[in-house]
């Protein structure tokens, strides 16, 4: 679990992910959003990947097999679907089967 110095500094991804989200969502109708990138900048800040099982233990030593962004508290996907939201990338989908290092327990 993140710690408060951990969640303070996601604030200003989440900020601008919701900023993003709310111009996209006022002025274009409801569509997919496009999927994060493991390479993008705010991705590689939290160590998301795509797929789970490819975390480096060595790097996140913290991490289970277990977590996925579908279990997380972030995620804002519907149940059962392959990809959805997350509040920390807002205006970009992040795989079901994917992790960062801001997981929470949902
Ligand atoms: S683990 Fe949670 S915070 Fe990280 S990308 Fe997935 S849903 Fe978002």
């Not at 519907?78 to 959805?84: L, Q």
Request: with cysteine; hydrophobic share 35%.
């Amino acid at each position: 679990m993140p710690c408060r110095r951990q969640f303070l500094g996601y604030l200003p991804l989440a900020l601008t992910g919701s900023i993003a989200a709310a111009a996209t969502l006022g002025s274009r109708p409801a569509r997919a959003a496009a999927m994060l990138g493991e390479q993008e900048p705010q991705a590689l800040k939290v160590g998301y990947m795509a797929d789970s099982s490819r975390v480096d233990p060595r790097k996140y030593p913290a991490h289970k097999p277990s977590q996925t962004c579908a279990n997380c508290q972030l995620y804002q996907g519907d149940e059962g679907s392959a990809a959805g939201g997350c509040a920390l990338f807002g205006g970009k989908d992040v795989a079901a089967k994917g992790w960062c290092s801001a997981w929470e327990q949902g």
